[in-house]
C-alpha cells in the first residue's frame, strides 16, 4: 500500500469507527487506538498536502481561526410545529387528519421531540456539504465548520447503502446532559456566567466563532427529517431507517402506528422514560407517515398539517427559599434570584430560580423559608409556580427588594411602566461596564473577534481596561503578562487597529447607548453625519427624525451629558476611530424617501434588491417585508407574484417602476453609477414578502 493508498485507507476506517463509537455507542477499538490511527493520517495528510480532503476525519478537530457565518436560504423554509399539550388535542388533530385524508387509513410515525437546535444538512455524492441552522426559517447561518466537528454527523456515508446523489435532511444539535452539567461545573469555578440550559449551551456554541471549541464541547445530532427529490422510500419511518444505514443517528425509540389508543401509550411510556436518555426531550412528535398523504394534508402558514407536536407537562418540585440574591446584568437590570434547597427536577439539580422582578415577588407574598414550588416548563429555567403557604413559619420574615446596587451600591431606580429595577451608575457599576464593552466589541458593532467575553472579564479584573476607550490602550506586551502566546495577543491588538475602520453608523450603535440599536444609530448616522454634530443635537431635532422617539432623543441626550461619556467619545476620536460619514455615504444620503415606507419586489434590472434596501435606506425611507395599508409604495420589478399585486391593488397602494424610482433619488443614470451586476433573481416564495 503506497503513502496515497494508506491516506485514503484509514479515511475510511476512522470514518467506520467514529461510527461505531458516535452514532452506534459500540466502539470496537480503544480510544488510544483510535488516536493511533488519527495520528498516522494526521502526519500522512501534512505531507501530502495535494490529498486534501475537506471531508477527511481530521478535519473535526475545528480551527482557531475565526470564521464569519454567512447567510443562505434554505431550499425548502424551515418550518415549526404546532403544540398540544393534552390528549384531547391530540385526538382533535388525529380527527382532523383522517377528514384531511377522507377517511383512508393512515399511520402514524411517534418519535420523541429533542430539545436542541434545528439543523438542516445537505449531502451530495454522499458527502456532507453545507450545515445551517434554522434562522428565522427562511434563511439561516451557515455553520458547516462547526457541524463538521460533530463526531456523529457522518463526513462521508457509507458505501453502497444506496443514498440519493443530493438530499437535505434535518435534525436537532443538543448538548448531553453530562457534557452540558460538566461545563458550567467549569463556568462556575471560573466564575464565568452559567448556561441556564442544554439547548442555551448548544447553540452558544454551535454560533461560536471557534470551530476548535465547538469540537470540545462534545455536541450530539439527531437526525429526524429528509427532504430531497429521490428518496428511497414513500414512508417517513422508512426513509429514516434508510437514512441509519447510511450513517445517521437517528431518533431512539421510533415507532410506527396505526391508532390513537398506540399514541396515547407511546406518549405515556416515553414521559417518564426520557428521563434515562443522555439528551434533553420536551414532547413527542406525530408524523403522517406517508408522504403521499403528507402531501395531501400539506401545510397551514406555520406549519404542516401532517405532523404535530405534544408537549410534556412541565415537571414540579417543592423546596425550600433560603435566601433572595440579586443579579445585575449588562443593562443595569437587577434580577432577583431565589436561592433553594438543591432539589432533583427533570434531570437537573436545581438551586436557583429566577424571580423576575420586585412585582413577582409580591404577587407570591414570598417570605424567606417557605416552601416553593418549582417548575421547568419547555422553558428549562425553573420558575417558582407557587408557594405551599401553609408551611409558612409564624416569625417568617417578607422578602423586600433591594434598595441599592449589589455591584456598586448605587440606589436603584424603577422607571415609569418598567417592571424591573436598574442600578442608573451605568459609567461606574462593574457588570455594566463589561457588558457596555462586550456590545462595542461585537460582530454588528466594532466586529472586534479577536476578543470575547472571557477575555473582557479577565481584562476588566486585572485593570487593563475599565471602558470601551481603553481597549485601544492596549498592547502586546500587556497581554502576554496573562500567559497567552505572542501570537494571539498580537491578533487581538491587530483586531482592535482594524476596528478603526468601522463606519461611523456602527460607532454610533456600539457606544451602547440606551435604546439605540442598529437601526436608529443608522437614522443618527445619517441624519448628523458627524459625531459633533451628534453630540450636539437637541431634544427636538432628534425627535423630528422618522423612527426616533421621545425614549430614544432622551436617552442620546443623558448620554452625551454625562462628562465620563464626553470624555470617552474624545478618546476614541483621538485614537482615530471613524467620527463621521464617509465621503462616499455623504454623497449617497439624502432625505428624498423621508418617512416613506418601501416594499421591494419582483425581479430588477440596475441593481440587487440589497442595494435597492440600502439605497431606501440612504435616503431615509425605510423598507419593509410586507404590504400593508402604512406602505407608501411598491418598488416594482418584473415578475411580481399576482397575489402581490392583488394585495396592493385592494389598499392602494401604488406600484413605483426602477426607472422611476431612480429618479425619485436622482440617480439618473444610473448606470454609469455604481458598479453593479444586474441580478435577475426570481421573486420566488422566499422573496422578501
Ligand atoms: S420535524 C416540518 N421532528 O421542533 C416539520 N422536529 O416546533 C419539521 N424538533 O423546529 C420538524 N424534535 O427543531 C421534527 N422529531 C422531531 C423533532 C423536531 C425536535 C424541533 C425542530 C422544529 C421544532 C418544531
Redesign the pocket.
Known sequence: MNEKERILYLREQLHEHNYKYYVLNQPDISDQEFDFLMHELQDLEAKHPELYDANSPTQRVGSDLNQNFTQVAHKYP??????TYNEQDVADWYESVSRGLAGEPFEVCC????????ISLTYVDGKLVSGVT?GDGVHGDDVTANVKTIRCIPLVLKEGTGYPKEFEI???ILMPWKVFEQLNAEREAAEEPLFANPRNAASGTLKSQNSKLVASRRLDA?L??LLGDNLPAEGHYENLQAAAHWGFKI?QGMKKVGSLEEIYQFINYWDTERKNLPVA?D?I?L?VNSLRQQRALGYTAK??RW?I?YKFKAERACTRLNEVTYQVGRTGAVTPVANMDPVQLAGTIVKRATLNNEDFIRSFDLHIGDYVYVEKGGEIIPKIVGVAVEKRQQDAVPVEFIKTCPECGTPLVRYEGEAAHYCPNDTGCPPQIKGRIEHFIARRAMNIDSLGPETVDEYYRRGLIHNIADLYKIQVQDINGTGNRERSAQKIVNGIEASKKVPFERVVFALGIRFVGETSARLLARRFKTMDALQAATMQQLMDIDGVGEVIAKSVITYFANPVNQEIVARLRSYGLQMQLSEEQIEGTSDRLSGKSIVISGVFAKHSRDEYKALIEKNGGKNVGSISGKTSFILAGDNMGPSKLQKAEKLGVPLVDEATFLEMIGETNAESESATTPTAEPDGQLSLF
Do not use: C, I
Not at 78 to 83: E, R, T
Open positions: 424551515m418550518l415549526s410545529l404546532a403544540n418519535e420523541m421531540k429533542y430539545d436542541g437546535l434545528s434554522r434535518r435534525g436537532e439527531y429526524y427529517y431518533s426531550t414532547g412528535v408524523k406549519s404542516p405532523a407536536a
